[in-house]
């Protein structure tokens, strides 16, 4: 076969259109810091990043999730804290009014402070961490106590020696509210407030009516045992929050292993060696150059060349 002129430079020109696009992909990939930026550079290596990068989303969403949990769960505690502290000035002032030498106006002084703390420990049923209410169940937008008259979940709160209902008169204000934090895992976030405050508002309301009444110091000092009680159901409620608190850490930590592991199974799948990179540049870059070189004495003169 004669290998003409045209030929020669038609191959040669082919092969250096090659070697700049061999040169173009490695410019693109030290730039980027990415083996493939289009599906068509690797099609195996763009279909596994689409799925490590919906794992680390995912996880991500989890995290998220879980910074929620924090916040239901960190309030909760808080609040309670401060009912703790609000229930220890009651017994004092309970122990106070228990005394015989107090006089029928001293006992409506002391009446009038309990009355205060009720209030307080009614706030702190109406807890909100952003506009959701932290113990009123699934019923977020609804404070637990509300109304004139005082209600608690919806239902007109009696006064003593009636007791509070066990349910409330609206629904879902003792369901739960969970939140998933990781696949098929998911964590209850609020605490039932009803039944705790309602426990809560049924002892300081009879304990408001006996100071009230004026009864005597034994009458008075048979309270104490019903303080004793809604303390320990206000520890072994923080208590269940946290141990909640505690698993929500773990949690925590496994998402962090976890978002590791992923980010780097994305990187091994579709970031570069920018060492080994860098070395095929020059690499390709010296070829050019030498294909460059033989191209030049590929192309020989014409008779042209001879007639100037």
Known sequence: MRVTQSMLSNNMLR????????MGKLQEQITTGKKVNRP????????KGMGYRMQVDKIAQYQRNLGEVHNYLDSSDDALDS????????????VDAANDTKTHEDKQKI????EQLREQIRDMGNTKVGDKYLFSGTKTDSPLFGGNPITIGGEIIPVPPATVAPTPAQKGF????SIEVFDGVELQVNTNGYKLFSELDEMMGKLIGSIDNDEGSAAISAHLDAISKVQ????????DIGA????????????ESQEGAAKKQMSENEDIDYEKAITDMLTQEAIHNAALSVGARIIQPSLVDFLR
Request: proline share 2%.
């Open 15 to 22: 092969n250096l259109s090659a070697s700049y696009n061999k």
């Open 111 to 114: 009446m009038k402070e309990i």
């Open 83 to 94: 009912v703790g502290q609000a229930l220890i000035r009651v017994q004092e002032l309970t």
């Open 40 to 47: 068509s550079d690797d099609p195996v290596v763009a279909m």
């Open 244 to 255: 909640r608190q505690n698993r929500a850490e773990m949690m925590g930590n496994r998402l």
């Open 232 to 239: 320990n159901s206000v520890l072994e409620t923080r208590a």
């Open 174 to 177: 003792t369901e739960a509210i």
